[in-house]
């Protein structure tokens, strides 16, 4: 009896232990070969993903992905010195449609309260915070003015639910309303398939190609602007969707 006490007793350190390890691999190591692997799996299960707080760009594609629900919410936050363009509803529709199947249901929230006039990695982070309380499956669209550490950059993903989209710079790089609109647009889709683990292409076409984030000539023209995803892209969700639950 005894040593069927120490086993189970042994067994279930060894078990604790070796989750321990597991999410350390994963969290820590995210980049090695096992850290990556680990990553890959943990991330599927939402309690997980909650509780052990894996908080990066892709972390919540499985989720996202997930054909159970056939809805996602959209929270989309700015005030009206940065506001979306007007079509931005029908982008997001048809580009959560397009790459998930679902519906996007979209909350809007105008009051915004943003002080400077552009942002860091930090400040961005906790604004995000503030806003951002629940664990529950959304995606947060925010528009802020610029960011600081590269005054041109048109969006950024920082974590798994949030895409900001820094709108005086898109409006600096756009020469007329057309190149606006397509930069703006580009750019949501282009932070999208960061959050569903899509990685940059080297076709300078595609959506995800790295250009699309980081222009450094101003004065763009609207036909230089890729504004849809590539078959490429297309298939890589396609991938993730058919492995969720496996
Ligand atoms: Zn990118």
Redesign the pocket.
């Known amino acids: 009896m005894r040593f069927l006490k120490i086993l189970i007793v042994f067994i279930f350190f060894f078990a604790i232990l070796s989750s321990v390890f597991v999410i350390y691999l994963a969290k820590l190591k995210g980049q090695s070969f096992f850290g990556k692997i680990a990553r890959e799996e943990l991330i599927r299960h939402t309690f997980i993903l909650s509780y052990a707080n894996f908080n990066a760009p892709g972390d919540m594609k499985f989720l996202y992905l997930n054909p159970k629900t056939n809805s996602l919410e959209v929270n989309l936050r700015f005030n009206n010195n940065f506001a979306p363009d007007e079509d931005v509803e029908v982008w997001i529709k048809n580009m959560v449609k397009e790459t998930t199947g679902k519906i996007a249901v979209i909350n809007r929230f105008d009051n915004l309260n943003i002080a400077q006039n552009s942002l860091s990695d930090y400040e961005l982070t906790n604004l995000e915070k503030e806003i951002n309380k629940s664990h529950a499956i959304k995606l947060n669209i925010i528009y802020v003015p610029s960011y600081k550490e590269k005054e041109s950059l048109a969006g950024i993903?920082l974590s798994r639910d949030t895409i900001f989209i820094f709108r005086k710079a898109i409006d600096t790089l756009s020469e007329d309303k057309k190149t606006l609109k397509r930069l703006e647009k580009s750019t949501i889709m282009?932070?999208w398939?960061?959050l569903l683990g899509v990685?940059?292409t080297s076709d300078d076409n595609c959506i995800?190609s790295?250009r699309?984030?980081?222009y450094d000539k101003h004065m763009l023209e609207a036909e230089q602007i890729p504004d849809e995803y590539c078959q490429e892209t297309l298939f890589q969700i396609e991938e993730f969707q058919k492995s969720v639950g496996k």
């Open positions: 993903v282009h932070e398939g960061h990685e940059h995800m790295e699309v984030e980081v």
